[in-house]
T-cell receptor
């Protein structure tokens, strides 16, 4: 019974296409995130949502649009894919809304490896 | 501008010995630090954390040390076991930002040899 699940795990597509990655958590958490792990292996935050409200929106191209239909789901849609979008995308969730005094841990999904040809 | 750095991309130790993984940060506003462990084809999993009001936190074989003046933290694993072989990520958070944003290092691959 996977706590944070992402689909698909692997995605190979052509430049210019539009694709989506879905994420669901069954932990009852209020906050969900998208992180990107690039070729240099850094994990960088892209977005976070708390109870369907956007909290963090890092400097990410407008081609990336997160959508949270409810607090258990956070999907990532990418338009007009570029070669540089190739990466592993991780969804995560945490129990608490992270106010001053971070105390919560993130629970990550297994990642979705996106390859743009 | 990487605010959290793990300067050793890899580390190899013998089973039973101590593993020491290091992490440096630049932002003095960071007040919470975490270590995550990642196996291939899996997501990172939380290992241990430390608040900036402490200088040490221990959980079984894992101990994290924080040196705020040096902006340095380390993870000690004693004794190391082959199952500890994984990528270890250091992460930091600025609680005052009220966003819960975690800044990760690039990871250190630990190999524990039987």
């Amino acid at each position: 019974d996977t706590a944070v699940s992402q689909t698909p795990k692997y995605l190979v597509t052509q430049m210019g296409n539009d694709k989506s990655i879905k994420c669901e958590q069954n932990l009852g958490h209020d906050t969900m995130y998208w992180y990107k792990q690039d070729s240099k292996k850094f994990l960088k935050i892209m977005f976070s949502y708390n109870n369907k409200e956007l909290i963090i929106n890092e400097t990410v191209p407008n081609r990336f649009s997160p959508k949270s239909p409810d607090k258990a789901h956070l999907n990532l849609h990418i338009n007009s894919l570029e070669l540089g979008d190739s990466a592993v995308y991780f969804c995560a969730s945490s129990q608490e809304f992270l106010t001053g005094g971070f105390g919560g841990e993130l629970f990550f999904g297994e990642g979705s490896r996106l390859t743009v040809l | 501008d990487q605010q959290v750095k793990q300067n050793s991309p890899s580390l190899s130790v013998q089973e039973g010995r101590i593993s020491i993984l290091n992490c440096d940060y630049t932002n003095s506003m960071f007040d919470y630090f975490l270590w995550y462990k990642k196996y291939p084809a899996e997501g990172p999993t939380f290992l241990i954390s430390i608040s900036s009001i402490k200088d040490k936190n221990e959980d079984g074989r894992f101990t994290v040390f924080l040196n705020k003046s040096a902006k340095h933290l380390s993870l000690h694993i004693v004794p190391s076991q082959p199952g500890d072989s994984a990528v270890y990520f250091c992460a930091a958070s600025d609680g005052s930002s009220n966003t819960g944003k975690l800044i990760f290092g690039q990871g250190t691959t630990l190999q524990v040899k039987p």
